[in-house]
């Protein structure tokens, strides 16, 4: 059995009971809304449609939202931030029950399983956000379509996301770090530094998904949390240090085996667990051999054409803008979806499927569903001609590949001084 190097004194009731509602929240919130997995098994499949329900009563009975709402648990949807309360009020009913059938708590071994739990979880998600960073999959480079989108007429967090992907160095700088912090997380003597890195990444990511309006801002302030909570019995030695320059061993307990069978046992668990951990973060890379997404074969016809000639219905249409329908650029973006910009810098997309055989374009459009289809002639550049009825008009367009790849803001410049900036 192991025994105690070090153990806190009797917590009151009141530490007690914080304690056990945090327990029970960070359990529940674990096990019913986090980033899926391939591996590692999800409790999810057997939760949802308990909680969902009860999230959708808890909605029209307590809060009375009249008009309908994603009761689902889905990144920032109502139902989630009214699932989260409602796994406050179970926490804090959890644990007081709890303490009525077991007042004498074992404070010491169920809070280090506990922060155990807590780091590991913590490392995944970590691992998960981090390599999809370094592999250039989370901000990936920006679609065509999206570099020919006016500025101003962009969303604030595709603009960011855009930023991001544009440069190689600075997102797979931050998934290093991501990564750096969840490996420190996964040992004894390192994982205060990890805590206190991840919750100095967290603050940033939170503050980014506040400012950007990106929809993952209720799971990253969890991040935030579990951090915190991670950080939180180390925080009198930390202000004794920090503040008072002083050094106060925490109170944390910590286990010690007596026997070499328990120490091996002990290095075996963590061992595999770690290998899980990776297991899961890097196998979905390994199994499409993508390393960096900007690298990618993307799909034909993908890419950035200029529209150089537009007839419809046998009257050739200049490129003014006073003929605001008329085709601008037409883009083919990786997704599966073709995009048309008119003279008004409009977006129409469709749903995208080509033949090569019959050397056909099926779009659909994303709005009516109805499909149409359009026949095609590529040259040996790349350039096409279109002919068929869309929407009800007959037309024939010839486009001119563009070199989207050459435009400012993916250009990989680098310069120490300014003199080289023209």
Same mark, same amino acid.
């Given at each position: ?32 809304? !986090?980033?899926?997995?391939?591996? #590692? ?6 939760? /949802? ?5 009860? =999230? ?21 949807? =109502? ?11 179970? *926490? ?69 996301? !855009? ?18 912090? *969840? ?17 100095? #990444? ?18 990253? !302030? ?28 925490? @109170? ?92 008004? /810098? ?9 033949? $090569? *055989? ?20 590529? !040259? ?9 009825? $869309?929407?009800?008009? /007959? ?7 563009? /070199?989207? @790849? ?17």
């Amino acid at each position: 059995m192991p025994s105690a190097v070090s153990a806190p004194s009797q917590a009151n009731k009141y530490q007690q009971y914080l304690f056990r509602s945090n327990f029970i929240f960070v359990l529940l919130f674990t096990s019913s809304f !986090s980033t899926p997995t391939h591996y #590692i098994p999800s409790l999810r499949t057997y939760t /949802d449609p308990i909680f969902e329900q009860l =999230t959708l009563w808890t909605g029209t009975f307590i809060f009375r939202i009249q008009e309908p709402f994603i009761y689902q648990l889905t990144s920032d949807s =109502t139902g989630a931030f009214i699932h989260t309360f409602n796994l406050i009020i179970l *926490a804090c009913l959890g644990a007081w029950l709890w303490g009525r059938v077991q007042p004498n708590l074992n404070y010491s071994k169920i809070s280090y399983a506990f922060y155990t739990y807590v780091r590991y979880y913590l490392a995944l998600q970590l691992f998960l956000y981090g390599f999809n960073k370094v592999f250039k999959c989370q901000f990936f480079l920006p679609e065509p379509n999206t570099l020919y989108t006016r500025i101003g007429e962009t969303p604030k967090d595709l603009l960011f996301w !855009s930023a991001m992907g544009s440069s190689y160095f600075y997102t797979v700088f931050g998934g290093m770090m991501e990564v750096f912090a *969840a490996s420190l997380l996964l040992f004894r003597k390192t994982y205060l530094m990890g805590s206190l890195m991840a919750f100095g #990444i967290l603050s940033n990511v939170l503050a980014i998904n506040l400012g950007f309006n990106i929809s993952v801002k209720l799971y990253a !302030s969890f991040f935030l949390f579990l951090s915190l909570t991670l950080i939180l019995p180390y925080i009198q030695s930390l202000y004794a240090f920090f503040i008072h320059q002083k050094f106060i061993k925490s @109170k944390v307990w910590i286990p010690v085996f007596s026997t070499k069978k328990r120490r091996i046992q002990y290095s075996l668990i963590k061992t595999i667990s770690i290998w899980l951990l990776l297991f899961e973060a890097l196998v979905p890379y390994f199994k499409v051999n993508n390393f960096n997404d900007d690298a990618q074969i993307r799909p034909l016809f993908h890419g950035a054409y200029a529209v150089t000639s537009f007839v419809e219905n046998e009257f050739p249409i200049p490129p003014l803008s006073t003929f605001t329908k008329r085709w601008k650029r037409v883009f083919v973006h990786r997704r599966g979806y073709f995009i048309i910009q008119t003279m008004d /810098d409009k977006m129409q997309d469709y749903k995208f499927q080509y033949d $090569l *055989a019959s050397k056909q374009f099926s779009l659909e459009h994303t709005e009516t569903v109805v499909e149409y289809h359009l026949e095609y002639t590529q !040259s040996t550049t790349g350039n096409l001609i279109l002919r068929g009825n $869309l929407e009800g008009q /007959d037309i024939q367009v010839r486009l001119t590949t563009l /070199d989207w @790849k050459q435009l400012p803001l993916l250009k990989q410049d680098f310069n120490w001084t300014i003199d080289a900036i023209q």
